[in-house]
């Protein structure tokens, strides 16, 4: 069974930044969408931005500019820039690859 592990969330205050990082015990990443998504307190999960085979990009509206999503040349481990973060991007973030993580929380706050 393939596991999607996430870390890299923490406490920021707004402005701040943080990488979070997603690492699979198997090599799906070089077969699938790689994606995150993120779901605060009392709302739906949501598509943050997701990363094709061939390195195509795609972001939600709100974290256009702010967010990046990249890997690494093994396709080992994918990873989410996050810059100028927001209180409104509190949430915990999930790593999916045909698999789902288990999540690290992210809490932009002063």
């Known amino acids: 069974q393939v596991q999607l592990v996430e870390s890299g969330g923490g406490l920021v205050q707004p402005g701040g930044s943080l990488r979070l990082s997603c690492r699979s015990s198997?090599?799906?990443?070089?077969?699938?969408?790689v994606a995150w998504y993120r779901q605060a307190p009392g709302k739906q999960r949501e598509l943050v931005a997701t990363?094709?085979?061939?390195?195509?990009?795609t972001y939600v509206d709100s974290v256009k500019g702010r967010f990046t999503i990249y890997r690494d040349n093994a396709w080992s481990s994918v990873y989410l820039q996050m810059n100028s973060l927001k209180p409104e991007d509190t949430a915990v973030y999930y790593c999916?690859?045909?698999?789902w993580g288990r999540g690290t929380q992210v809490t932009v706050s002063s």
């Open positions: 999916n690859s045909d698999y």
């Open positions: 198997g090599s799906i990443f070089s077969e699938y969408l």
């Open positions: 990363i094709s085979r061939g390195g195509t990009t």
